[in-house]
């Protein structure tokens, strides 16, 4: 039976380690499916332009995310049939190896199927891995631990990013594939390291019944609440701020990022000794105070100091919510949990997107702004009952 870092011994310190063999062997499936998905992300629709598909763009984002939330939902049954193993190199496979035949062809209907089947496969490699991470932390430090996976999968995504537009400038689009194919291929040769199966305490825990179990569905809803503002701010920021403040709008985009990254961090390590209960509200209601400032999209200052208050609050939002579901949940419950946390999340930026784009052209940007921090404080009710509850265990 493969050992964990829940079974090791406490350091000198009586605190178990953290940093383990398998977590670094985790660590690059993580790198490797975070490198290979956001080097595409933004390519997929220039190629779709530059190969005459203009119209697969939206088309081909959609599908890719479309095919990310339905993967979420179904991947704890493929965990639970298949094992951690076998669900991950499905993910990085059904990520990378499409990615090699992208450039075969520029229609529509090519680009659309090569962007649900990558899809699919982060799905995959998202859930299984979240869950499969959450198994090699040890629960006394869970929430400095997922702070520190969401550094190791931060830096890549914030660097592959633009990293794949420049690229694409420079040496096109076949190789660009190329590399985001190898990013996550390459990363198979971690997974047999890891674990296959933990060993499974309590009753499985399935999707719907954690969509009806308060425990869970609270803080999902909270932290679906915030995601909401995450995807506006990056998809609308650039065209709400004055063109003439190009430089404002790259430091925000920067320091929001930033900020939710050091939040995640602090609250892991504020939750593991306090409890991740009490952070939830002050994490929501930060967030929403940060997107009302960024109302003032004339000031520049605003701006700045809106989004780095929106990454702190977002960022303690993430943490807080993700370390109380899994503390409420036995580790047969560890794939819903990771299952439910993301689709909040890729769900909560999608819907927050769209509607604010129809929103905006109604009223505005900075009543639109406003307006969404409005409706991320409807969370508080949720919040508020989930900080009652604590850590109830269902």
């Given at each position: 039976m493969t050992t964990t870092t829940n079974s090791q011994a406490p350091a000198a310190g009586g605190r178990p380690p953290l940093v383990t063999r398998p977590l670094l062997l985790r660590f690059v499936s993580v790198i490797g499916?975070?490198?290979?998905?956001?080097?595409?992300?933004?390519?997929?629709?220039?190629?779709?332009?530059?190969?005459?598909?203009?119209?697969?763009?939206?088309?081909?984002?959609?599908?890719?995310?479309?095919?990310?939330?339905?993967?979420?939902?179904?991947?704890?049954?493929?965990?639970?049939?298949?094992?951690?193993?076998?669900?991950?190199?499905?993910?990085?496979?059904?990520l990378g190896a499409p990615a090699l035949v992208l450039t075969a062809s520029g229609g529509t209907v090519w680009i659309v199927a090569v962007c649900l089947v990558r899809g699919l496969g982060f799905a995959l490699t998202i859930v299984a891995g979240g869950a499969l991470t959450a198994a090699l932390i040890p629960a006394e430090r869970r929430g400095e631990g997922l702070a520190l996976v969401g550094v190791v999968s931060g830096v890549p995504s914030l660097v592959a990013l633009p990293l794949g537009v420049w690229l694409v400038a420079h040496v096109g689009y076949a190789p660009v594939a190329v590399v985001a194919a190898v990013a996550a291929l390459a990363a198979i040769v971690a997974v047999p390291g890891l674990p296959d199966r933990e060993p499974v305490s309590g009753r499985p825990?399935?999707?719907?019944?954690?969509?009806?179990?308060?425990?869970?569905?609270?803080?999902?809803?909270?932290?679906?609440?915030?995601?909401?503002?995450?995807?506006?701010?990056?998809?609308?920021?650039?065209?709400?701020?004055?063109?003439?403040s190009v430089g404002v709008v790259a430091s925000a985009l920067f320091v929001q990022p930033a900020a939710a990254t050091a939040?995640?961090?602090?609250?892991?390590?504020?939750?593991?000794?306090?409890?991740?209960?009490?952070?939830?509200?002050?994490?929501?209601?930060?967030?929403?105070a940060g997107v009302l400032l960024v109302a003032l999209t004339g000031s520049p200052t605003a701006v700045v100091a809106g989004v780095a208050l929106f990454g702190t609050g977002f960022g303690a939002a993430q943490n807080a919510t993700l370390s109380l579901m899994y503390a409420r949940v036995p580790s047969s419950g560890y794939g819903t949990v990771s299952a439910l946390w993301n689709f909040a999340y890729d769900a909560g930026m999608g819907v927050g997107a769209v509607g604010f784009g129809a929103l905006a052209g109604r009223t505005g940007y900075p009543l639109a702004f406003a307006l969404t921090a409005v409706a991320m404080l409807t969370a508080i009710v949720p919040a508020r009952r989930d900080r009652r509850h604590g850590h109830a265990t269902p």
């Open positions: 499916a975070s490198a290979s998905f956001y080097l595409l992300l933004s390519v997929v629709p220039l190629y779709a332009r530059a190969s005459g598909g203009g119209n697969a763009a939206g088309p081909a984002t959609g599908a890719l995310m479309l095919a990310t939330v339905v993967g979420e939902l179904a991947t704890p049954r493929f965990v639970t049939r298949f094992g951690y193993r076998r669900t991950l190199v499905a993910g990085l496979v059904l825990v399935g999707v719907v019944a954690g969509l009806r179990t308060p425990d869970l569905a609270r803080p999902a809803a909270v932290f679906g609440a915030t995601a909401l503002a995450a995807g506006i701010i990056v998809t609308f920021l650039p065209l709400a701020v004055p063109s003439t939040a995640r961090w602090a609250a892991g390590r504020y939750g593991d000794r306090h409890g991740p209960s009490g952070l939830v509200l002050p994490g929501l209601l930060v967030a929403a």
